[in-house]
């Protein structure tokens, strides 16, 4: 199983980017996958889920309106799409998932939210 995040970079106040979580070893469709950020000295912060239903759990308030998750069943990939971005968004992105955890399991959890699969993460820089 792999989980192969990408599509992070630098960007200025009020842009956007395209974050993709690439799945090999499972099919999206199997379990649930989530978008988690990180900056370092603090915690892992869960942002959104996709259910392997394609129902949606927004995890962070402070995206919502902004960050959409999507998935795309013929690439085998969840997709993080993020408008209007502000410094406070800068962080590393992962994508997590666990064949015995939902969604409204991992808004529930903190830490390492439990999950047996995890991506590397990809950087993402807001400046002001």
């Known amino acids: 199983v792999q989980l192969q995040a990408s599509g992070g970079g630098l960007v200025q106040f009020g842009e956007s980017l395209r974050l993709a979580c690439s799945v090999s070893g499972f099919s999206v469709n199997d379990y649930d996958i989530a978008w988690f950020r990180q900056v370092p000295g603090k915690a892992r912060e869960g942002v959104s889920c996709i259910s392997s239903g394609n129902e949606i759990t927004m995890l962070s308030d402070s995206v919502k309106g902004r960050f959409t998750i999507s998935k795309d069943n013929a690439k085998n990939t969840v997709y993080l799409q993020m408008t209007n971005l502000r410094p406070e968004d800068t962080a590393r992105y992962y994508c997590?998932?666990?064949?015995?955890?939902?969604?409204?399991?991992?808004?529930?959890?903190?830490?390492?939210?439990?999950?047996?699969?995890w991506g590397k993460g990809t950087q993402v820089t807001v400046s002001s």
């Open positions: 997590g998932a666990d064949p015995k955890t939902s969604c409204d399991q991992i808004a529930g959890r903190r830490g390492l939210f439990g999950l047996d699969y």
